[in-house]
């Protein structure tokens, strides 16, 4: 074991994700040295989302009590010293509190005293660049969500939104870019409620993409209540833009997106989705669906079956509901049973499943496209397309920048082909 060496495991989103970047650059101001293998602390970035998320990440932090268990992310503001005292953690710390975290490392390493470490509402960590490896990187432009639909547990251990200013997202981006970044994600909860002095999202957005040098940028989530078809427009002319709008709707009935507190009803969000397609017919869709929340019946489940068969999703994130603390809907009486549910979500699967794969077989067509290569595997590269789709192909690649590619046929869900660069002839 290597003394004060650790290794950070990611669980939930994007937004864990993009933190790892962060603990990682202020624990190597400390002196700690990041490893795969024999270390002495473990930092787990938690998801608090779903019910099924923690169960399975207090199994892990039961079966590794030999490391330093750090629990940072979501679940440490849900549980905060009760981890403790279950003895699944030695330091517990809240998502706002990271730039603490190191030297409090230090003190336990010395003291061996146990803690809950809270924090800042406010926090966004302005000034600090992430670490990270590879082509791509998230930037978090806001943090926190004020939306509160009825099931989520994420405004209560995320906070309140707050925006990191342009100015800290410009030079972060300068800099990822100086190291070798070419794609960057801005993320947040809610991109679009991003604000900013007088920018809003599309602004930045805008802003930031006429960096030289960066070749790619994206954006995940929007909530569609806020997506307006000016912003789509806007969008559709940055020529950077990864065609990529992760959009979630939920439910197809708008009783239950009442009941959920989405604030649109679903001919409002079959609207955009629409006007999107016009003007972006390239752009991958994507999508977020709830089935048996409180109160769904068959009728209302079939709406949502609906809206998957009339928008074909490129691909969709599907869950079952369940309970979460804090939340209003936990307290609602209707409840699904889970059978019910479980046989719902099974047929949503198999039709998403199906459209999925035809989505895939669609972009297999005899012309070159520009492919965006960001890993080796095995003798094949893996690449995404400009509306991020991934690919697999094989021959040569570009080491920076675009590979043009010819897919011929889908394996497995991904389509794979050849590029048709020749070094050797170009020299
Ligand atoms: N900010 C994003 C979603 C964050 S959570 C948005 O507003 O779209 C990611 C997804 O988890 C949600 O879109 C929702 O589909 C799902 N989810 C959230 N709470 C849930 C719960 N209690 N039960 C089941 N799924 C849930
Ligand atoms: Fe949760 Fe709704 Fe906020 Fe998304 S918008 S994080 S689903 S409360
Ligand atoms: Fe999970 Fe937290 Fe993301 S609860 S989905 S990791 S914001």
């Not at 949503?348 to 965006?372: C, D, G, S």
Request: net charge positive; proline share 4%; with cysteine.
């Amino acid at each position: 074991m290597k003394k004060n060496s650790y290794f950070i495991k990611v669980y939930g989103c994007q937004m864990n994700e993009y933190d790892k970047g962060i603990i990682k650059a202020l624990m190597t101001k400390k002196g700690f040295i990041y490893t795969e293998k024999n270390y002495e602390i473990i930092i787990y970035l938690t998801c608090a989302v779903r019910e099924h998320a923690v169960k399975r990440l207090k199994g892990n932090l039961r079966s590794e009590k030999k490391y330093v268990r750090v629990v940072a992310g979501c679940l440490s503001e849900m549980l905060k010293e009760n981890l403790i005292k279950e003895k699944l953690a030695e330091i517990v710390v809240s998502p706002t509190a990271y730039k603490v975290l190191p030297e409090k490392i230090e003190d336990f390493l010395k003291t061996h005293e146990n803690l809950f470490i809270s924090g800042e509402n406010y926090e966004s960590y302005e000034d600090i660049i992430p670490e990270v490896k590879g082509k791509s990187s998230y930037i978090t432009i806001m943090r926190g969500c004020n939306n509160f639909c009825s099931y989520c547990i994420v405004p209560y251990v995320r906070g309140k939104e707050r925006y990191k200013s342009y100015k800290s997202i410009r030079k972060e981006a300068m800099a990822l870019v100086e190291n070798g970044i070419e794609e960057i994600f801005l993320i947040g909860q809610n991109v679009l409620a991003y604000r900013w002095e007088d920018f809003d999202f599309i602004s930045l957005l805008e802003e930031i993409s006429l960096l030289p040098n960066l070749l790619r940028i994206g954006f995940l989530t929007s909530h569609p209540f806020d997506l307006t078809r000016n912003i789509i427009k806007r969008m559709s002319n940055i020529k950077k833009l990864i065609r990529y709008m992760h959009l979630p709707f939920q439910s197809g009935s708008n009783r239950i997106l009442k009941a959920m507190r989405r604030k649109y009803s679903i001919e409002e969000y079959l609207d955009k989705i629409y006007f999107l397609k016009e003007i972006m017919p390239d752009a991958y869709i994507s999508t977020d669906i709830i089935v048996g929340f409180p109160g769904e019946e068959e009728s209302d489940f079939e709406k949502t079956i609906d809206v998957v068969k009339k928008v074909r999703f490129d691909s969709a994130y599907m869950f079952i509901y369940s309970d979460r603390p804090f939340t209003t809907s936990r307290l609602m009486k209707n409840k699904i049973p889970y059978e019910v549910a479980h046989k719902r979500f099974e047929t949503l699967l198999a039709l998403q499943n199906k459209i999925t794969k035809e989505k895939a077989f669609e972009t297999v067509q005899n012309k070159p496209i520009e492919i965006f290569p960001f890993k080796k595997k095995g003798d094949m590269f893996l690449g995404k397309m400009w509306n991020n789709r991934i690919v697999a192909f094989s021959g040569q690649v570009n080491e920076k920048g675009l590979t043009p590619v010819i897919l011929k046929e889908v394996r497995g869900w991904t389509p794979s082909g050849y590029s048709i660069i020749n070094k050797e002839e170009n020299k």
